[in-house]
T-cell receptor
Framework: DAGVIQSPRHEVTEMGQEVTLRCKPI?????LFWYRQTMMRGLELLIY????????DSGMPEDRFSAKMPNASFSTLKIQPSEPRDSAVYFC???????????FGSGTRLTVV | GENVEQHPSTLSVQEGDSAVIKCTYSDSASNYFPWYKQELGKGPQLIID?????GEKKDQRIAVTLNKTAKHFSLHITETQPEDSAVYFC????????FGTGTSLTVIP
């Protein structure tokens, strides 16, 4: 298995633009998680899905953030409009459930200028 | 919700020495405790985990201990090597993972 695949690896965008991050989880995993990592706040859970259904989105910082999982093999995290404070590394992870180890992707480094 | 505290935030050891990282958690219902290693520019990688019905688990040079009564768990790395240098995260899980703030480990050759 190729692991959790995220794209793009790096994204530089101007403030106000829409940004879409993509994730392909490991086949067979039924849980998918989006995390944001910054020096100040560490690893923050933004949202997680179980069997493609959003279970907890309390970590989504604002209405500017939205996430979808249209099927078991694909998820997106969208920021519209983007702001400089959204600059961070965004990780996607998948697992068989909360009591199993997560497999993380390589992350998307987002820079909003 | 769960609160996971991790210490120390930075740790430097000489190659060949042991390293110990400690975490405490607040929710007694947490039942799964993984440890992750994150190298520069990469995502966190699971290195070892322990469940609440087990007190200790070993995997070669890495071991994890769990004290449910005291609500703390620790990562032990023996015979450290330069490639062990990374940031290590603990986590406690009930319905979702709650991560510690990370420990930056440097192994000095």
């Amino acid at each position: 298995d190729a692991g959790v695949i995220q794209s793009p690896r790096h994204e530089v965008t101007e403030m106000g633009q829409e940004v879409t991050l993509r994730c392909k989880p490991i086949s067979g995993h039924n849980s998918l998680f989006w995390y944001r990592q910054t020096m100040m706040r560490g690893l923050e859970l933004l949202i997680y899905f179980n069997n493609n259904v959003p279970i907890d989105d309390s970590g989504m910082p604002e209405d500017r953030f939205s996430a979808k999982m249209p099927n078991a093999s694909f998820s997106t995290l969208k920021i519209q409009p983007s702001e400089p404070r959204d600059s961070a590394v965004y990780f996607c992870a998948s697992s068989f459930g909360a009591d199993y180890g997560y497999t993380f992707g390589s992350g998307t480094r987002l820079t909003v200028v | 919700g769960e609160n996971v505290e991790q210490h120390p935030s930075t740790l430097s050891v000489q190659e060949g020495d042991s390293a110990v990282i400690k975490c405490t958690y607040s929710d007694s219902a947490s039942n799964y405790f993984p440890w992750y290693k994150q190298e520069l520019g990469k995502g966190p990688q699971l290195i070892i985990d322990i469940r609440s019905n087990v007190g200790e688990k070993k995997d070669q040079r890495i071991a994890v201990t769990l004290n449910k009564t005291a609500k703390h768990f620790s990562l032990h790395i023996t015979e450290t090597q330069p490639e062990d240098s990374a940031v290590y995260f603990c986590a406690a899980s009930r319905s979702q993972f709650y991560f510690g703030t990370g420990t930056s480990l440097t192994v000095i050759p």
